[in-house]
């Protein structure tokens, strides 16, 4: 009998995990302590779901901070086929963004998680997602954003975006909707050899927020001439444990730090 995703998680990270479903959400909870703890909010790529990477979430765990990873609609869990193409990948994103807030009040129920204090992030289709629910008021107090863009513009021609009227592309393009963006510390992760999301897009994207942030030293944008990942965008290959340790390190810092302020 074939092993479920879940059982083929490492055993140490299945003691301190379960699966839930919020909303029409399924959701892996992984928390080191019943007592809150600050959280991230994990959202996975395209094609891929949230059991995927593992060490990420141990990751944290150790560090004090629980995780929430979520998989994206058609994805994981409740996986469709068709779901899986990049032209849907919009689809996908833009109705992510209408669930973060449905599992993050669900999340109350439940014990380990600090509502007060909470990280967003995504890779991908899933750091999209996150930086779409960040442009309207929000309760995170940190992102880790991962091979991911907030300036459609260099895909405006590509599956993600082909198709969309002028007006639609707009109201979907992160970078032209920044009106409400709350300065919050932002760790960002790329390639500049990335196939899928090209670098330029992500480059502008963090310069813009740098531009209108009350405090641009909190934004850090770590890159990559070249990883070795396939496409120069899954998993950061030989620099992947780096990205972990670094974005881990980001995270707890700032929630930490918002703890004591609050």
């Known amino acids: 009998m074939m092993e479920t995703p879940f059982e083929s998680l490492p055993s140490r990270l299945r003691e301190v995990s379960t699966e839930v479903v919020i909303g029409d959400v ?40 629980n995780v929430c990873a979520v998989d994206l609609p058609g994805h994981g869990a409740r996986y469709v086929e068709p779901m899986q193409e990049a032209s849907r990948s919009l689809e996908v ?10 599992v993050f009040e669900g999340l109350k129920k439940y014990n380990g998680f600090d509502m007060r204090h ?7 289709a899933g750091g999209i997602a996150a930086i779409e629910r960040l442009c309207k008021p929000h309760p995170f107090k940190v992102a880790v954003l991962e091979a991911t863009s907030g300036d459609l513009w260099p895909m405006r021609d590509a599956p993600l975006c082909k198709g969309l009227s002028d007006e639609a592309f707009r109201k979907s ?16 992760f790329h390639s500049r050899h990335d196939q899928w999301m090209p670098f330029k897009g992500q480059e502008s994207f963090i310069r813009a927020l740098e531009a209108r942030s009350d405090h641009p030293e909190e934004i850090e944008f770590v890159t990559f001439d070249r990883t070795g990942a396939p ?9 992947s444990a780096f990205v972990k340790e670094v974005q881990v390190e980001f995270v707890a810092k700032h929630l ?4 004591e302020t609050t």
């Open 26 to 65: 399924p959701c892996l909870l992984v928390c080191g302590s019943d007592e809150p703890r600050p959280f991230l909010f994990w959202m996975h790529g395209r094609t891929a779901s949230k059991e995927l990477d593992p060490g990420r979430y141990l990751r944290y765990v150790r560090r004090g901070i």
């Open 93 to 102: 994103i833009l109705k992510m963004r209408t669930e973060i807030d449905v």
């Open 173 to 188: 393009n992160p970078i032209e909707q920044l009106d409400e963006w709350r300065s919050i510390p932002v760790v960002a």
């Open 256 to 259: 930490n730090m918002n703890m």
């Open 118 to 124: 909470a990280a967003i992030g995504g890779m991908s």
């Open 231 to 239: 496409y120069e965008h899954i998993g950061f290959g030989r620099e």
